[in-house]
């Protein structure tokens, strides 16, 4: 499978963006899109989760009432919208996707850039 991320940019503390990744290659059924990210000098971290089929959500404690992840079956997208954003969410966030039965993310996308100026 294909993944490729867009609505990255430069924003200020405060504002919102959304961030797309679309998903190409194949039907991703009982798979799981993740959006990750890492900061410079930080491990990359799993901001936020959704499985395909039934659209089940998971966040980390650091996105959980700022961030939303969806998933458009139809578009084979899923986004990340991200309000409040602090300069601490400043960082490359990358699109993945697990297939069913994995613990692993076996696939990623090549990243989008969120600069958050304080």
């Known amino acids: 499978v294909q993944l490729v991320e867009s609505g990255g940019g430069l924003v200020q503390a405060g504002d919102s963006l959304r961030l797309s990744c679309a998903a190409s290659?194949?039907?991703?059924?009982?798979?799981?899109l993740g959006w990750f990210r890492q900061a410079p000098g930080k491990e990359r971290e799993l901001v936020a989760s959704i499985t395909w089929n039934l659209g089940t959500t998971d966040y980390s404690d650091s996105a959980k009432g700022r961030f939303t992840i969806s998933r458009d079956k139809y578009k084979n997208t899923v986004d990340l919208s991200m309000n409040n954003l602090k300069p601490e969410d400043t960082a490359v966030y990358y699109c993945?996707?697990?297939?069913?039965?994995?613990?692993?993310?076996?696939?990623w996308g090549q990243g989008t850039l969120v600069t958050v100026s304080s």
């Open positions: 993945a996707a697990q297939r069913g039965g994995s613990r692993l993310y076996n696939f």
């Open positions: 290659g194949r039907t991703l059924t009982n798979w799981r």
